[in-house]
């Protein structure tokens, strides 16, 4: 198997704002070609700083950056071309309609105009906004208008997009949409790297996630390799009627796959790798040596655990 080439690359990328702030901080990143790659940090980690360098929109202090193979500050209007961007907050010409704001942005991108046309009206159907063509954007929820900035943002065909905090703000429903719309995408090939401060969202979506704090990677692996990085991946929550001291033992030393246990508010937990086929194990073993289970509860280790173990902190912060 061959390793996709890198479509995003930089190297000591660094931004220092007047004033001293090292928002970002020797950056080395490669996201490659298809994956939908996840910046997942808490507020002024350098996620917006990071994503405007890469858009061009931020002059980096020092370091390099390329996407598609072209440096990003020595030919800025050759990366645009290459890349869709739908930044933090709403940037929707609203002197046009919904229609409009696509129609004029393939035009300013070089697309005749039948192609913009038919474009604009194909992508209002894919987004689910074609009975608000002629609506101003003024008229639209916020889940609509993010998903005009999406669709204006591939547009103009860009194989690479840049979404800063794409979700932020959305209802769950709102949000729940905007990810099957960034599913469809990475389906149809491009390169999504996107910024987010929830770790749902960067464990569902993501095929890899850079954690950052303070401008700088602290961890870089797909979700599943960073949730075992932090130990346990699944906990177990077990109650008994019986003693659950005992059972704790018990289970211990009976099950394979326990890689320790604990007994939190009378309840036994079970830290395993996968909770796969482990149920009727626990179960059968704790009834047949006395123990009668009043509840079981699986719960799965997540993204926050990572950056908790890591930085001592949360990341709502
Ligand atoms: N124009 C600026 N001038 C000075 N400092 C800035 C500027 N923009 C950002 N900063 C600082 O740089 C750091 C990183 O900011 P950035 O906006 O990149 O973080 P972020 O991860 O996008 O945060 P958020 O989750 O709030 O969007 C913060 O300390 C911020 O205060
Ligand atoms: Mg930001």
Same mark, same amino acid.
């Given at each position: 198997m061959t390793t996709p080439s890198p479509v995003i690359e930089t190297s000591g990328l660094t931004k220092v704002y007047?004033?001293? &702030?090292? $928002?970002?901080?020797d950056l080395e990143l490669v996201v490659r070609a298809g994956e939908i790659f996840g910046l997942l940090g808490p507020n002024g980690a350098g996620k917006t700083t990071t994503a405007g360098m890469l858009t061009t929109r931020i002059i980096p202090t020092s370091g390099w950056a390329r996407v598609g193979g072209v440096d990003v500050v020595a030919r800025p209007a050759e990366a645009k071309r290459l890349i869709g961007v739908v930044p933090q907050t709403n940037t929707l010409d609203?002197?046009?309609t919904v229609r409009e704001n696509l129609y004029f942005h393939g035009r300013f991108f070089g697309m005749d105009v039948r192609t913009a046309r038919s474009e604009a009206v194909r992508l209002l159907e894919q987004f689910r906004l074609a009975d608000r063509a002629?609506?101003? &954007?003024? $008229?639209?929820?916020g889940g609509m208008a993010q998903r005009l900035m999406v669709a204006r943002a591939v547009m103009h065909r860009p194989p690479v997009l840049f979404l800063d905090e794409?979700?932020?703000?959305?209802d769950p429903q709102s949000r729940i949409a905007l990810w099957e719309i960034l599913g469809q995408l990475h389906g149809e090939g491009h390169t999504i790297l996107l910024t987010t401060h929830y770790m749902e969202e960067a464990d569902q979506l993501c095929d890899r996630v850079a954690i950052i704090d303070q401008g700088k990677v602290i961890a870089l692996d797909t979700p599943g390799a960073l949730k075992r990085s932090a130990g346990a991946e699944t906990t177990l929550i077990v109650s008994t009627s019986a003693d659950p001291t005992a059972l704790a033992s018990l289970l211990l030393s009976e099950?394979?796959?326990?890689l320790d246990v604990a007994v939190v508010d009378g309840r036994v937990h079970v830290g395993v790798h996968s909770s796969q086929g482990l149920l009727p194990l626990v179960v059968q073993l704790a009834e047949r040596n006395g123990f009668p289970l009043t509840d079981l509860s699986v719960t799965e280790a997540t993204l926050e655990t990572v950056f908790i173990r890591l930085t001592g902190k949360d990341l709502r912060e």
């Amino acid at each position: 198997m061959t390793t996709p080439s890198p479509v995003i690359e930089t190297s000591g990328l660094t931004k220092v704002y007047p004033g001293g &702030v090292r $928002a970002v901080d020797d950056l080395e990143l490669v996201v490659r070609a298809g994956e939908i790659f996840g910046l997942l940090g808490p507020n002024g980690a350098g996620k917006t700083t990071t994503a405007g360098m890469l858009t061009t929109r931020i002059i980096p202090t020092s370091g390099w950056a390329r996407v598609g193979g072209v440096d990003v500050v020595a030919r800025p209007a050759e990366a645009k071309r290459l890349i869709g961007v739908v930044p933090q907050t709403n940037t929707l010409d609203r002197s046009l309609t919904v229609r409009e704001n696509l129609y004029f942005h393939g035009r300013f991108f070089g697309m005749d105009v039948r192609t913009a046309r038919s474009e604009a009206v194909r992508l209002l159907e894919q987004f689910r906004l074609a009975d608000r063509a002629d609506a101003r &954007v003024d $008229a639209l929820s916020g889940g609509m208008a993010q998903r005009l900035m999406v669709a204006r943002a591939v547009m103009h065909r860009p194989p690479v997009l840049f979404l800063d905090e794409p979700t932020a703000g959305l209802d769950p429903q709102s949000r729940i949409a905007l990810w099957e719309i960034l599913g469809q995408l990475h389906g149809e090939g491009h390169t999504i790297l996107l910024t987010t401060h929830y770790m749902e969202e960067a464990d569902q979506l993501c095929d890899r996630v850079a954690i950052i704090d303070q401008g700088k990677v602290i961890a870089l692996d797909t979700p599943g390799a960073l949730k075992r990085s932090a130990g346990a991946e699944t906990t177990l929550i077990v109650s008994t009627s019986a003693d659950p001291t005992a059972l704790a033992s018990l289970l211990l030393s009976e099950v394979a796959g326990v890689l320790d246990v604990a007994v939190v508010d009378g309840r036994v937990h079970v830290g395993v790798h996968s909770s796969q086929g482990l149920l009727p194990l626990v179960v059968q073993l704790a009834e047949r040596n006395g123990f009668p289970l009043t509840d079981l509860s699986v719960t799965e280790a997540t993204l926050e655990t990572v950056f908790i173990r890591l930085t001592g902190k949360d990341l709502r912060e």
